[in-house]
């Protein structure tokens, strides 16, 4: 049985009330650990702590916040394999996907550990401003005390790219994990505290549901900001709490990302990235590409593929919970009954036990952009794929879903395949959005920004562009001049 508690300034505890939330195995329904539920006492307890640490963490130096970034990196290594098995268990992942997170995890920890030497380095930076009399500086500050609120598709590596940049900008943290999968979160406090000596305070996990915990959390006056990771509903709500006090806040949402695949692509690696982009963790990735849509030349071929390869894939893996998988089965149904044409799969797959929530990689054609498997994100392994005959016409249907619709917003990517490089960096270009991926769908790197535009939040994760957004900059202006300013006497003539 997994356990998970909270970690308040050093400390494992149970939630002040003593609620506890049981965590069902997605694979069979049965119970597969506890967690500890915080609510707004706990809540107020660890911003406490956090604001304690941070003015030591904060002043620390970046070559000693890297230490512990790396020595964080270390145990991630070290408990690779339970980690991942927590995470294959209660996520419902493969095994190999789920090591292969905690190996993004360690890299993220690593790289951003470069990213606060390298901080360092900058700061007291002077800055010509044309005027001799002036000597200006530029420095760079925590943000302070941070709420990180994230979701349950990849428990650790979400937390983990905002932790991390979080610790290296020298901010003090309050994390909270989904109540879906609160284990791994845990399990990451407890070793930076214990193994990489990460002072007590600096990082607090709660886990806890989102309206007792992370609501609280979102409103706290002393938590300076909050960075989110989840649905445009729920940050939508998160928003409205920091712009009540002003507090700096950043968002990272869905997506209704479409793969559009030209007449000059190669069918075979185009089935291949398109199963990718849509049935890698299950199609549960704010970045699944889960729109196709082919030119109408290529498109008999590389349909008739994809139904020979998703029908090879019986299932993937379960779906993370009941709620999400009656979701999916009725964006499925909603698909059938708005006259779209299946392809293949289409509910739970027959080889599978009656318990789990299993669901077969699903492909509709014939989607037409009314349809609400075409507008809405899902979030479980259903394309929705149809055709067409110009760029103007495909550029039209990609960006079909942006304007007007309440639950998804899809500048958050695009994903191209063709063999026309002039057409590559053109279309590239064309994009609003924040991530565009070109003959591939899906890599992501810790090195370069992360996140999207309009309903797809704002504010990145990753890459130095993700360390700003927990830092401050301050400039340091000095008047150097042995003279009088002499400004009235200018002015008035005096
Ligand atoms: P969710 O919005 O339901 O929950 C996310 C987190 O917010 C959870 O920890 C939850 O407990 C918390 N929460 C819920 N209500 C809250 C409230 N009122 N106040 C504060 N916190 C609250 O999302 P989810 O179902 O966990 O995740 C799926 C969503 O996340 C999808 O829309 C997906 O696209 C998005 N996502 C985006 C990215 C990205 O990088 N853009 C990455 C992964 C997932």
Redesign the pocket.
Known sequence: MLRAKLFVGGRSCDAAGGQELNIVNPADETLLGVASSATREDVNAAVAAAKEALESWGSSSGKERAAVLRAIADSVEKHKDSLAEKEALNAGKPIQEAAWDMDDVAACFRHHAGLAEALEERQGKVVDVGMQEFSVRMFWEPVGVVGL??????PLL?AA?KVAAALAAGCTIVL?????TPFTAYDLAVYAFQEAKLPAGVLNVLP????D???P??EHPDVEK?A????????S??MA?CARDIRNVS?????KSPIVVFEDADVEKAVEWIMFGIFWTNG?????TSRAIIHEDIAPRVFARLKQEAEKVAYIGPI?CKS?YDKVLNYIESGKQEGATLLCGGGRPENVANKGFYIAPTVFTNVQPSMRIWKE?I?GPVLAATTFKTEAEAIALANDTWAGLAS?GSP?LWSFLTADQDRSMRMARKFKCGIVWVNCSQPCFCQVP???VRK??FGR?NGEYGLESFLEAKQVTEYKSSEPWEMFSLLFDL
Not at 228 to 235: A, L
Not at 251 to 255: I, K, P, V
């Open positions: 609120i994230v979701p349950w598709n990849y979400m790219w909270k994990p989904s109540e879906l806890g549901l989102g309206p915990c992370g609501g959390l979102s909050i989110f990771t989840g649905s445009v509903p729920t940050g709500r998160i709490a968002l990272e949402l869905g997506g549960q990735i704010c970045s699944a993370i999400q994100e979030f998804a958050l992360w996140g999207g797809s939040g994760d």
